[in-house]
Every structure is written in structure tokens, then in C-alpha cells.
């Protein structure tokens, strides 16, 4: 998926490094209800990462944007939703809700790319280059930035034990 992630993590980070003091703790967050994921979680299949992406929708829409885990959630549902519908936005998605933006650093650098349609292998272009194999390997890049990013908030294990 190119350096895309890496662009991605390197300023999620620097959005979120504020948020390092006791204002924002585990023990008075908000609940996260889409978290953990279930035991069946298959990041390998696009519609597990289509049903977080609708969980996440449903929360972001109720919790209220002046919070810093409603900008977390904002860059952890484009996650999700370029995981379910890697070809947007061209090709076929379901819309979100209009009140979630096309903002963050992760998204806007995804469209960026996209609408330049550019399908060459470069260190600092982002390319779909489609097949199963590039395929599994952008979900396992995307894996582990939802893994990363979830931690800012969640710093219990994403995956739910049965």
C-alpha cells in the first residue's frame, strides 16, 4: 500500500501525541462499542472490515465532535471503509453518513492518490495495482495501523476472547 500507512501513522501520531496527558485516560473515556472486535474478526475479509466500518458510523454519529476519541474514530473509520471498498472512490461503496467528513490524513492522502489514477510502483505513490496477493497485503498494512491507532484509546486487546 505503498508509504501511504506510513504518511498516515506518521501524522496520526503527531495528532494525538497532546493527547499523552491524564486528561484522557481509559478509566473516563467514552464507551467504545465496536471495540473489542469479535473473536471471528477476519481482517482478510472484506466484510468484516464492511460491518466494523458501519459500527464505527453508528458510533461517530452519536458521540459529540468536540472530542479528541470523535477525531480518533473519524481516522479509524477511513481505515475501515478503504479496507471494505478499496477501489473508492471509484467503483462500487455504500455511502456514510454525510456528517463523517472526508478529513484526516489517512483519507485525504488516499484520494489524493486515487484521483491521480497512477499505477506505478514508487516509494512515495500509492498504487492499486489489484490481485489477491497486493490485496492481502494492503488489508495486513491497514491491520496493523487500525492495531496501532485502536491503542490510542483502547489499550486492551482488540480481539474479544470467547
Same mark, same amino acid.
Given at each position: 500500500?505503498?508509504?501511504?500507512?506510513?504518511?498516515?501513522?506518521?501524522?496520526?501520531?503527531?495528532?494525538?501525541?497532546?493527547?499523552?496527558?491524564?486528561?484522557?485516560? %481509559?478509566?473516563?473515556?467514552?464507551?467504545?462499542?465496536?471495540?473489542?472486535?469479535?473473536?471471528?474478526?477476519?481482517?482478510?475479509?472484506?466484510?468484516?472490515?464492511?460491518?466494523?466500518?458501519?459500527?464505527?458510523?453508528?458510533?461517530?454519529?452519536?458521540?459529540?465532535?468536540?472530542?479528541?476519541?470523535?477525531?480518533?474514530?473519524?481516522?479509524?473509520?477511513?481505515?475501515?471503509?478503504?479496507?471494505?471498498? %478499496?477501489?473508492? %472512490?471509484?467503483?462500487?461503496?455504500?455511502?456514510?453518513?454525510?456528517?463523517? %467528513?472526508?478529513?484526516?490524513?489517512?483519507?485525504?492522502?488516499?484520494?489524493?492518490?486515487?484521483?491521480?489514477?497512477?499505477?506505478?510502483?514508487?516509494?512515495?505513490?500509492?498504487?492499486?495495482?489489484?490481485?489477491?496477493?497486493?490485496?492481502?497485503?494492503?488489508?495486513?498494512?491497514?491491520?496493523?495501523?487500525?492495531?496501532?491507532?485502536?491503542?490510542?484509546?483502547?489499550?486492551?486487546?482488540?480481539?474479544?476472547?470467547?
Amino acid at each position: 500500500m505503498f508509504d501511504l500507512l506510513a504518511v498516515y501513522n506518521l501524522h496520526s501520531v503527531k495528532d494525538f501525541e497532546l493527547l499523552s496527558d491524564d486528561s484522557v485516560s %481509559p478509566a473516563n473515556d467514552i464507551p467504545i462499542p465496536f471495540l473489542p472486535l469479535p473473536s471471528h474478526f477476519d481482517y482478510n475479509k472484506r466484510t468484516d472490515w464492511e460491518l466494523l466500518s458501519k459500527q464505527i458510523k453508528k458510533w461517530l454519529i452519536e458521540v459529540d465532535t468536540e472530542l479528541p476519541q470523535w477525531t480518533w474514530g473519524r481516522d479509524i473509520f477511513w481505515l475501515t471503509f478503504i479496507a471494505a471498498f %478499496p477501489s473508492f %472512490p471509484r467503483g462500487t461503496w455504500h455511502m456514510w453518513d454525510p456528517r463523517i %467528513p472526508l478529513e484526516g490524513a489517512f483519507i485525504e492522502q488516499w484520494l489524493e492518490t486515487s484521483n491521480n489514477n497512477i499505477n506505478v510502483d514508487d516509494d512515495d505513490i500509492f498504487s492499486i495495482r489489484g490481485g489477491d496477493e497486493r490485496d492481502a497485503e494492503d488489508l495486513s498494512e491497514i491491520w496493523d495501523a487500525l492495531c496501532r491507532d485502536a491503542a490510542l484509546f483502547y489499550p486492551y486487546s482488540l480481539i474479544a476472547d470467547d
